[in-house]
């Protein structure tokens, strides 16, 4: 069974950091397109990064326009966690964050599929 636990929110003010963590069980992190997405008050869930490992080894991510610059995900195969470190954080980016993984190694089908239960993520300007 997939189970996606998030941990690492919290509030900073405007130009801080923090560093959430998905902890994946029920599967390797390495063999599924993973991710991270928001949800503000009052909007839709968005997509923020995603991250996808080929049968070679490399691996490729997609960043929201939003966040690109200031977001990195990145993973921890041997802990099964997936990370994303946070800087200069705005108050825009007050959010719930949720983590998901796909049914499949490629993005394209069967993402996302799973989802963990979030973190609040609170900036103050």
């Known amino acids: 069974q997939v189970q996606l636990v998030e941990s690492g929110g919290g509030s900073v003010q405007a130009g801080g950091s923090l560093r959430l963590s998905c902890a994946a069980s029920g599967y390797s992190i390495s063999t599924r397109c993973m991710g991270w997405f928001r949800q503000a008050p009052g909007k839709e869930r968005e997509a923020v990064v995603r991250?996808?490992?080929?049968?070679?080894?490399?691996?490729?991510?997609n960043y929201a326009d939003s966040v690109q610059g200031r977001f990195t995900i990145s993973q921890d195969i041997q802990k099964n966690t997936l990370y994303l470190q946070m800087n200069s954080l705005t108050p825009e980016d007050t959010a719930m964050y949720y983590c998901a993984a796909g049914a499949f190694r490629g993005c394209s089908v069967g993402y996302p599929n799973y989802w963990g239960q979030g973190t609040q993520v609170a900036v103050s300007s």
């Open positions: 991250i996808y490992s080929s049968y070679t080894g490399g691996t490729s991510t």
